[in-house]
């Protein structure tokens, strides 16, 4: 029994972004204008066998939007029809920077889809079109590359760390943007932006993983399941350097030479699938970056997941895959239960003292002369 004899004024009030409406059933409900809307993202999995033509069902339409919504929205259908594929950071970039990030992600629903997994991992996709049916879109294929924690920090204060050659570059890499700005999704192999892991091909403008995608030596059929319209070792070679190349400049602000990586390119296009370590030759012996790269090449190339299986050029129906994001591995296919870092392969073992390669720089002449003019160096 109550001590009190008068109940307890608890002073409840009705929150007042609720407000009441009648549905068209005569029901009055009550809505909270306060609410976030929901974002209805199509996310499809790799073998999806088609892709919507326009928005789910559920989406405001467009004139709902505020004005300025509207406006930005206008610009995003405008970039989608140049080029039909985009990361977000790249469509980010493109209106003008991080301060159009939150409005941009209510509005990709009524632009694209996206894939969960496969060649095109993560990318917004214009409504109607399907990549995997024209090798014309291998240059929006996607690589998401997990790198290595940053230490330059500590490496800093405690001096290079096993530093033994290679070319230092000062300032602006050491930003996470790599002082790009609105370029930071783009990487010409000299500095890059680290606020984001998702990789398109027609972003990566180095000149040595350029020359390797822009091969015309390409699969007959998609490969919808991790390499797209590249050979297995096109895709790991790219793969393979691209992150090498990424850990040096985030680890030790580190250009490693195009030269250092000649017999990694010299692998074939196509190399065997199957148990790894079953590809002959590459690189078994020599330098420290030949031989931890070949392995990781041949151990990316031969994962079960890149067998050739019918399945992997079919699209089909298939059971839902419920894996968060954050469980999906490195080489693009869902890893449930394993972080980001992907599956347990000798790409894997590679660490700061594998990034070696590179041969003592005494002037300006060892660097790319396209790229002499852009930077500021100094000798490691």
């Known amino acids: 029994m109550s001590h009190f004899d008068i109940p307890f004024n ?8 609720m407000r009441a409406a009648i549905s068209n059933t005569g029901t009055v409900t009550l809505h909270n204008d306060s609410a976030s809307r929901k974002i209805w993202t ?29 406006s930005t929205l206008a610009r995003v259908n405008a970039l989608m029809a140049d080029r039909p594929i985009w990361t977000r950071r790249a469509l980010v970039n493109a209106l003008g920077g991080p301060s159009n990030h939150s409005i941009l992600k209510h509005l990709l629903q009524h632009v694209g889809y996206t894939f969960r997994s496969g060649p095109w991992r993560e990318a917004v996709i214009r409504y109607g079109v399907d990549p995997r049916s024209d090798p014309k879109y291998r240059v929006y294929q996607t690589m998401m590359l ?3 924690e940053d230490q330059r ?37 000299v500095v890059a932006g680290f606020e984001g892991k998702l990789w398109q091909v027609c972003d990566i403008t180095d000149p040595l993983l350029a020359s390797i995608l822009g091969t015309e030596n390409l699969r007959e059929r998609c490969h919808v399941r991790t390499d797209g319209w590249y050979h297995n070792g096109t895709w790991a070679k790219a793969r393979i350097i691209a992150k090498t190349k990424l850990n040096a400049l985030k680890l ?56 050739e299986d019918e399945d992997d050029y079919e699209v089909k129906e298939d059971e839902e895959d419920e894996e968060d994001e954050d469980e999906e591995g490195d080489d693009g296919e869902d890893r449930s239960g394993e972080e980001d870092e992907g599956e347990d392969s000798d790409e894997d073992e590679l660490n700061e003292d594998d990034i070696v390669g590179a041969a003592p720089l005494t002037g ?6 396209a790229l002499r003019n852009q930077l500021e160096v100094t000798a490691g």
């Open 10 to 17: 608890y002073s409840y009030h009705q929150n007042p972004a």
């Open 146 to 148: 997990q790198l290595e």
């Open 42 to 70: 199509e996310r499809l999995l790799y073998s999806a066998p088609t892709v919507p033509l326009g928005p789910p069902e559920g989406v405001a339409p467009a004139s709902s939007l505020g004005e300025h919504a509207q």
């Open 153 to 189: 920090a500590s490496a800093t204060r405690g001096g290079m760390r096993g530093q033994r050659g290679g070319r230092r570059v000062k300032g602006e890499s050491s930003r996470k943007d790599g002082g790009l700005g609105c370029e930071s999704h783009v990487f010409n192999g």
């Open 252 to 307: 030790r602000g580190m250009v490693i030479l195009d030269s250092e990586f000649s017999n990694i390119v010299a692998i074939p296009d196509v190399l065997e699938t199957g148990p790894r370590g079953k590809q002959r030759g590459y690189a078994r012996s020599g330098k420290p970056l030949d031989v931890g790269l070949a392995a990781a090449v041949r151990g990316m190339a031969a994962t079960p997941e890149r067998e």
């Open 364 to 369: 300006l002449e060892a660097i790319d002369p």
